[in-house]
């Protein structure tokens, strides 16, 4: 298992392959394509489960807790392990010699070069082999007597981003740096675009050094300087000792560690005559002409995938490059989506064939799916059984779609980056295309089912307009209701009250409000239940709406239990009128109520305004008016009517932030004067009677 497939780790693996192909060997690299915050593919998990390997060789040392769910299995299995690149106590390892290699590095820097201020930019911190490398530049400074600046040790991630914003900051403040040393080759590139945005010159003013050895460090101009780990030598080393311990060798952990070598480029050394700078610019011009030759069939790959429509697409164009990219096998998968989000975790997940190329050409694809856990169809699992495949997972940043196994014996192998991103893009985007018109046509047959239905059920056009209209009438009608009442919700009723305003406002007609409020609701729900609850309130509702007669009033539920009845015409007798009838329906329903202290039934406060709307008042203050009559009948015991004055249309007295003593009174020609001036007492007449005991009010306003 290697992190990522760059240049670094895909020579580990040619170093491995010349061993264990040499032998006829089979064997599986599983890429842990590493993203930060991002978990390994569980796919990888199954791979291990699938494959049961004799043998590991893990390269996982940048981030090792990262590989820890794919590690566990292998622990399970008791395998032989070899790390790579890396060096773990008490197991077997290969790895590099960074000592000797720094050493060399900063001997040619210090002493062949009198370099006297250099900047370490260091790699990823607690890496192994970041921290290896720092240890040998500060102790090479140290025995010369040369101290470490804290602001000369700058921070990189063996990332060429990083470095070349911090080297960029360090120039503008310290234009007396005479060295940068990077603690690889990627950091190096950095490094060297900084100091030309810079203004400085390489090697002239600034001599720059790598670690590694990349493909790529010869093709700069000028060329750079770096370290030779001889990374297709650990791979080999690591081979031979994993087959060693399977052949049966025992004995302690071995700790081998491959020998580095300085490479002396131009990034460190002067210009030299005109033939031999000539000579060396031919060199770089013929290798970077040979790497373009080799990254041609990715970039016309890249160009071509931008344009698939089709998973057919997809296999067409990577089928005709793969060849040119010494790929001898290869084989792309796509999760099955259909029924939902198809991922690799899922037991049951499944996978459909893209490409099956092998031979040099595009074979079968099989048709039908095949679970993930096994990686292939039955029929080719035969031909996956020799030589060597990578296992790279193909995820864009919310799923994973698919998955790639291929064979590349030579070539580039940046194909790897090709995969994971252009590849994993385009079948992403094909895949959720497919998905969308798969859904568009389930939404095109739903609406045909739909339309032969209609037409099934009605005869002639006059028909269908009628029911859809009466449809469409309901629809409105529903959003304009309350939901557990059927009578208006607020919002039809808030509106209906301001259009009324609107319309009155200056006519000199008067608008009645009643705002009616369940007594003691809440001991009621508690004692008998929500669903009880629930009931009482449709029980309410239609008591006031068979208590109004006119059909311009609207009755409309205000919030929880509290209701409210709009009416245009009929004035205060017409309100009272509608209030008496609402008390006596409700009086009739006897909706049992063991726990009021107001009565053994359900029964209700009324608050009533009326005014004539006018242009310069909104319609608030008729709501204000109600609301405070409502509170007032609350204070005088509940169950009962109480009227705000008709001459203010409001309640003028607060105290303490709420109502004072509020006046309840009427018109002469209403059913009397009815009024209190302190909580507790009974509206009374004109003649000081309780209003409840006047003849024919039947003891309804009390």
């Known amino acids: 298992m290697v992190e990522g497939l760059d240049q670094y780790q895909g020579r580990l693996v040619r170093g491995m392959a010349r061993v264990l192909s040499g032998r006829g060997i089979p064997f599986v690299v599983l890429v842990n394509d590493h993203e930060p915050g991002r978990p390994p593919s569980p796919l990888l998990t199954q791979a291990v489960d699938h494959l049961v390997p004799r043998g590991a060789v893990l390269s996982v040392g940048t981030h090792v807790e990262d590989a820890d769910p794919v590690l566990s299995p292998l622990s399970r299995l008791d395998l032989p392990v070899v790390h790579l690149g890396y060096a773990v106590p008490g197991a077997d390892s290969v790895h590099g010699d960074n000592v000797t290699g720094m050493r060399a590095l900063m001997t040619h820097l210090l002493d062949e070069r009198g370099r006297r201020r250099p900047v ?42 990083c470095a070349y914003r911090e080297i960029l900051v360090l120039a503008e403040t310290r234009p007396d740096i005479d060295a940068v040393v990077a603690a690889n080759d990627v950091s190096a590139f950095g490094v060297l675009a900084a100091l030309r945005t810079a203004g400085l010159r390489v090697p002239e003013d600034v001599l720059v050094t790598g670690f590694d050895n990349e493909p790529s460090a010869e093709l700069r101009w000028p060329g750079l300087t770096t370290v030779d780990q001889n990374l297709e030598e650990q791979g080999r080393v690591a081979a031979e000792l994993l087959l060693a311990r399977l052949d049966g060798a025992r004995g302690p952990a071995r700790q081998v560690v491959v020998p580095s070598r300085l490479v002396v480029r131009g990034t460190t050394t002067p210009g030299g005559s005109f033939p031999e700078r000539l000579g060396r610019a031919t060199d770089a011009a013929r290798a970077v002409r040979g790497e373009l030759a080799r990254a041609h069939p990715l970039l016309r790959m890249h160009r071509e995938l931008s344009y698939c429509r089709s998973t057919e697409d997809v296999a067409r164009v990577i089928a005709a490059e793969l060849v040119r990219l010494g790929v001898t096998r290869c084989v792309l998968a796509a999760y099955d989506h259909v029924g939902g989000k198809a991922e690799p975790s899922d037991a049951s997940a499944t996978a459909r064939m893209v490409i099956n190329f092998r031979d040099g050409s595009s074979q079968p694809v099989p048709g039908d799916v095949h679970p993930v856990s096994e990686l292939l169809p039955d029929e080719l699992h035969p031909a996956s059984s020799d030589g060597f495949l990578y296992l790279l997972p193909l995820w864009v940043p919310d799923r994973e779609v698919g998955y790639v196994l291929y064979e590349q014996e030579s070539g580039p192998l940046d194909l790897a980056w090709t995969l994971r991103i252009d590849v994993t893009q385009a079948l992403h985007a094909v895949l959720a295309r497919q998905r969308l018109e798969a859904y568009a046509e389930t939404l095109r047959a739903a609406v045909a089912r739909r339309a032969q239905q209609l037409k099934a059920e009605v005869v002639g056009r006059g028909i269908t307009e009628r029911r859809l209209r009466s449809i469409n009438a309901r629809l409105q009608e529903s959003v304009k209701r309350d939901g557990l009442t059927q009578v208006a919700n607020r919002v039809t009723l808030q509106s209906f009250l301001e259009h009324r305003w609107d319309v009155q406002a200056g006519t000199g007609h008067e608008l009645a409000l009643l705002m009616v409020d369940v007594d003691l609701f809440k001991p009621y729900n508690d004692h ?30 205000y919030g929880g239990e509290e209701f409210a009845v709009v009416l245009p015409r009929g004035g205060l007798r017409g309100a009272m009128a509608v209030a008496v009838r609402f008390r006596r329906l ?39 008016s109600a609301d405070l009559a409502l509170y007032q009948a609350k204070l005088l015991g509940r169950d009962r009517l109480a009227v705000a004055d008709p001459g203010t249309g409001a309640i003028a007295g607060r105290a303490g932030g709420r109502p004072a003593a509020v006046p309840v009174t009427s018109r002469a020609e209403s059913v009397g004067s009815v009024e209190s001036a302190c909580p507790g007492a009974p509206p009374t007449d004109r003649n000081g009677a309780a209003l409840g005991d006047r003849p024919g009010t039947g003891g309804l306003l009390s």
């Open 528 to 557: 008998y239940g929500h669903v009880q609850g629930d009931e009482t309130l449709r029980t309410v509702a239609r008591c006031l709406h068979h208590a109004v007669r006119d059909p311009e009033d609207l009755v409309g539920r």
């Open 586 to 624: 409700l009086a009739e329903a006897a909706v049992p109520h063991e726990v009021s202290t107001v009565a053994p039934v359900v029964t209700a406060s009324i608050g009533l305004a009326v005014t004539r709307p006018a242009r310069d008042r909104q319609s608030a203050t008729l709501v204000e």
């Open 120 to 161: 370490l930019v260091r790699g990823i911190p607690h890496q192994q082999d970041s921290v290896e490398r720092e240890e040998v530049f500060r102790s090479e400074l140290a025995r010369r007597g040369l101290q470490v600046p804290d602001d000369l040790v700058l921070d990189g991630a063996f990332s060429a981003g």
